[in-house]
């Protein structure tokens, strides 16, 4: 018996790793039961070393803004997801690979060991899913699944190991070759030909609910700045996000789902005695609606990851007296779903009544994505400060740092003075004279927009008419017209906030010409 090359076994590996990721797919969207490669990817990214995280964070916003160009929300979780899926898929060609290597250092039937490989690998699968709460979250089957579909890919592996060690007549070397080649190629047939149509069926039969089902508050009601003087520009990103269009940030390649009847916010730590919210109670408090714009971090200058809408919830300050915090407390400490958390001082929450636990957007409830039942709102702080999915609020004597703090992000999270071109139009006037209308947004938290001027290349900064904002914590829209030399050129703008002080940096330029 002439045994299967290490070789042999990267390409069945590859073969049966498409089809297991099919699969895993097919059991994800028809059934809800957990996906290993995205579960994997967000297993490794909730491990690694802060300043790897944060490097790959930038790393993917480069990505997409390369692949989406100012359309980087759309861009960044498919690629993000095809990262994860690509990723193991090469991981199952080099386990394939490294199997045969192993299974060539045996004489024993080649199934015992390729289980035995399976099995570890399940319980491995097993212990990540179990961290990322997969399990207990996921239907009944998550388990036993996760754990079959692994083993299932070990012995497999087997299976094709000892079919290509007994393919052809012994001895001919000729037909041995003939053989093998003959079961990869039927393999590699059935393998795709399995791929594509799990995959279709997932796609087609999967449930696509981004779950923003129900009437929005804007369909039925004026915005409060609809009489506004200055009309946006047209080609000015819409000042009123609509949903579906919120970006979206988070560590998780796909969202924690959870079920709103069983969910509570428990309250704990330095307080009388713990309690426990439903998603009821908190809608019984009255509730606040503040319009507000939410940008993360990772933001780059003229980039999407920046949106406006009217959130609704408890306000933070006036649910504080119901916990009975205890003399010694400072701080909030705010757990979510996913692991992810945030520590909130409880001056701050006392100092702002716009600080909400909010459960509504626009008028319906959070979807899964956006951190369906409850999140944490504060309008002057970027997105890494405000976690959804929250599951637990603990009030602590000191303040600590939190998720992206602790992986060495800006302590205050304070958002900085932003502001971007979202359209150049340049107009031919009488006499060949031309000028160039400018439009866009402009971001400073709660400290206002109080000025926004814009230039052509280097020349003087002029003025730009600004709209009055949805409230003193959205953006603000703004528009110029600036007369413009023939040729091409670079058109910048930069921001004043309420307090007077003009952005020092990351300004926005858009080259263009006519
Ligand atoms: N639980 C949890 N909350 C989170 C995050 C996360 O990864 N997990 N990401 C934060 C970041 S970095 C941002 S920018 C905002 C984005 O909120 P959105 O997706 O609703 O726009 O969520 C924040 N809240
Ligand atoms: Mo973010």
């Known amino acids: 018996m002439t045994k299967p090359l290490a070789r042999d076994g990267a390409l069945v590996g590859a073969m049966l790793t498409a089809a297991f990721i099919a699969v895993s797919f097919l059991g994800w969207t028809l059934f809800a039961l957990p996906f290993l490669p995205f579960d994997l990817f967000d297993w490794i990214a909730r491990i690694l070393p802060g300043s790897i995280a944060t490097r790959g964070v930038d790393a993917f916003v480069a990505i997409s803004s390369l692949v989406g160009g100012s359309n980087l929300d759309a861009a960044a979780k498919p690629i993000e997801q095809a990262t994860a899926v690509v990723g193991l898929f090469l991981a199952g060609a080099a386990g394939g690979g490294m199997l045969f290597a192993l299974l060539r250092l045996t004489n024993e039937p080649p199934l ?42 070990g012995m497999s592996l087997g299976w094709a190991y000892a079919r290509l060690a007994t393919a052809g007549p012994q001895g001919h070397a000729a037909t041995v ?21 799990t995959t279709l069926a997932g796609v087609l039969f999967g449930s696509r609910d981004d779950g923003l089902g129900g009437t929005r508050w804007s369909d039925t009601h004026p915005l409060p700045n609809a009489g506004a003087r200055v009309a946006p520009l047209a080609g000015t990103r819409v000042e009123f996000t609509p949903l579906d269009r919120h970006y979206r940030v988070d560590t998780n390649t796909r969202a ?14 330095l307080i009388q005695s713990p309690m426990a919210f439903t998603l009821d109670e908190l809608r019984q408090h009255d509730p606040i609606h503040v319009f507000a714009t939410l940008s993360c971090i990772s933001n780059p200058p003229g980039g999407d990851l920046i949106s406006t809408t009217r959130w609704t919830g408890v306000s933070l300050r006036r649910l504080l007296p119901e916990l009975i915090l205890s003399d010694n407390a400072t701080h909030l400490r705010i757990t979510s779903a996913d692991g992810f958390y945030e520590i909130l001082a409880i001056a701050t929450i006392r100092s702002d009544e716009r600080i909400m636990l909010a459960y509504a957007w626009d008028g319906v409830p959070l979807p899964p994505t956006h951190g369906f039942p409850l999140r944490l709102l504060v309008p002057d702080l970027y997105g890494m400060k405000q ?30 003075l932003a502001s971007a071109i979202d359209v150049v139009n340049i107009a031919t006037g009488p006499a060949g004279a031309k000028a160039a209308e400018l439009g866009g947004i402009a971001f400073a938290g709660k400290r206002g927009v109080s000025k926004v001027e814009v230039r052509v290349d280097e020349g003087e900064w002029q003025s730009a008419q600004i709209r009055d904002p949805l409230s003193d914590t959205t953006w603000v829209l703004w528009r110029a017209t600036v007369s413009v030399p023939p040729g091409t050129h670079a058109f910048s703008v930069r921001a004043f906030d309420g307090e007077g002080r003009v952005q020092q940096e990351n300004f926005h330029t858009r080259r263009t010409g006519a």
């Open 112 to 153: 015992l060991p390729s289980g035995i490989v399976g099995a570890m690998l399940g319980g491995m699968a097993l212990v990540i899913e179990e961290r990322l709460d997969r399990i207990a979250t996921g239907p009944a089957l998550s388990g036993p699944w996760v754990f079959a579909t692994m083993l299932g890919w």
């Open 177 to 197: 070759r003939e053989g093998r080649r003959r079961f990869l190629i039927q393999l590699g047939g059935s393998t795709l030909a399995g791929t594509f149509m």
């Open 256 to 269: 924690p789902r959870i079920d709103g009847d069983q969910w509570r916010l428990k309250a704990g730590g």
């Open 387 to 416: 976690p959804k999915w929250i599951v637990a609020i603990d009030a602590v004597d000191s303040w600590q740092p939190g998720y992206w703090v602790a992986r060495g992000w800006d302590r205050e999270g304070r958002v900085a």
